[in-house]
């Protein structure tokens, strides 16, 4: 494993900063607004493929690859401002132990 470089405290802020921004965006407002609509076109699709499926007929491979990526990119970018808090303070807190 590469050693960890240690940040300038420059870096440091910029980090903090980004990080705070992400996870104040769970705090919108309308955050909860984009999450429901997210699952609201999650569920849009997992009825699509009940009625291809039931419907006895599939779902073409660019269909059903078009989808997954759908789904786990929206996942994956509500995730980002939840997770970011958590992330911070473990990275900040690896760069202690460099330091020390």
Same mark, same amino acid.
């Given at each position: 494993?590469?050693?960890?470089?240690?940040?300038? %405290?420059?870096?440091?802020?910029?980090?903090?900063?980004?990080?705070?921004?992400?996870?104040?965006?769970? #705090?919108?407002? =309308?955050?909860?607004?984009?999450?429901?609509?997210?699952?609201?076109?999650?569920? !849009?699709? #997992?009825?699509?493929?009940?009625?291809?499926?039931?419907?006895?007929? =599939?779902? %073409?491979?660019?269909? #059903? *690859?078009?989808?997954?990526?759908?789904?786990?990119?929206?996942?994956?970018?509500?995730?980002?401002?939840?997770? *970011?808090?958590?992330?911070?303070?473990?990275?900040? !807190?690896?760069?202690?132990?460099? *330091?020390?």
């Amino acid at each position: 494993m590469r050693p960890r470089r240690r940040l300038t %405290d420059a870096e440091r802020r910029r980090l903090t900063i980004v990080e705070g921004e992400l996870t104040a965006l769970a #705090q919108h407002p =309308s955050w909860p607004t984009l999450e429901r609509a997210a699952q609201q076109r999650i569920e !849009k699709f #997992q009825r699509e493929i009940a009625v291809k499926i039931f419907g006895g007929s =599939s779902l %073409d491979v660019e269909r #059903q *690859a078009f989808i997954r990526g759908f789904v786990k990119g929206i996942q994956y970018t509500l995730s980002i401002p939840t997770g *970011a808090e958590a992330s911070l303070e473990a990275y900040l !807190k690896s760069q202690e132990e460099v *330091a020390s």
